[in-house]
């Protein structure tokens, strides 16, 4: 089946999901979410596209941007290509490491817009990372508040002075963006779930379990599912695929 025409946006701005091949893991620790903010600040200054908000999640990404010299398809293979290159020296592995094609929605009015920086910044709260968003270090939310480093905030702070940005991302919110379809339940946040994993297996990330033989993977998957891990948090910490995971577990 040929794949949908991405829609094209007449502003120029556009919410972009990244998410994990697999839906597996993507930062395993603080130095790979650096990494990532660096390649997007070193694409900036190439792409040269505006940022108006960000946040990266553990097998996911979301970015705000409206796109200038160049289209969102290009800016996105720089960054994929840069990132995926250092990732891949530092965990030894090969082969991608995004879902081959990032999602995208057009945002074409200032309410939208608004919406959208805001489910950006509420992703954490709602995934239970963090009580509030101004907790969460690796979301745009600060650098509105306290320090700009790459976000364009005049762009907003224009439209939405700081105490009313302030209230207005803190506020209750049933906005749906660009979601991810989690419909089995989380019984364990993916930390504990990365703890069992490291205390069954030995393995602190997902190029460490891939490289176990398979029967120990099958015995290990098995292990971590009798400990209240949900298949999507294997598929996810494992870098297993869905339908093995699911063809062991039988």
Known sequence: ????????????????????????????????????LWVLKETKAVS????????????????LIKEEKEPIEQIFKRIGGKFVYWYNIKYQRVGHLFQDRFKSEPVEDESYLFAVLRYIHQNPVKAKLCKNVEDYEFSSYREYTDRKWIVDTDFVLDILPLDEFTTFNHEESMDKCLEIEEKEAVRLTDEQAKAIIEL???????????????????????????????????????????????????
């Not at 040269?48 to 970015?63: D, S, T």
């Not at 290990?220 to 339908?243: A, H, P, W």
Request: aromatic share 10%.
């Open 200 to 250: 069954c297996s030995g393995c602190r990330n997902v190029t460490e379990f891939q490289a176990l033989p398979k029967a120990d993977q099958e015995k290990f998957i098995e292990e971590f599912r009798n400990k209240g891990l949900s298949i999507r948090q294997i598929v996810r910490l494992t870098g297993t695929s869905k339908g093995l995971v699911e063809k062991w577990l039988k």
């Open 1 to 36: 089946m040929p794949r949908q025409a991405r829609k094209k946006s007449s502003s120029g701005i556009y919410h972009v999901m990244l998410r994990g091949i697999n839906k597996q893991q993507i930062f395993e620790d603080e130095e790979d979410c650096d990494k990532f």
């Open 48 to 63: 040269e596209f505006k940022l108006f908000a960000y946040c990266l999640m553990g097998n996911h990404i979301h970015l």
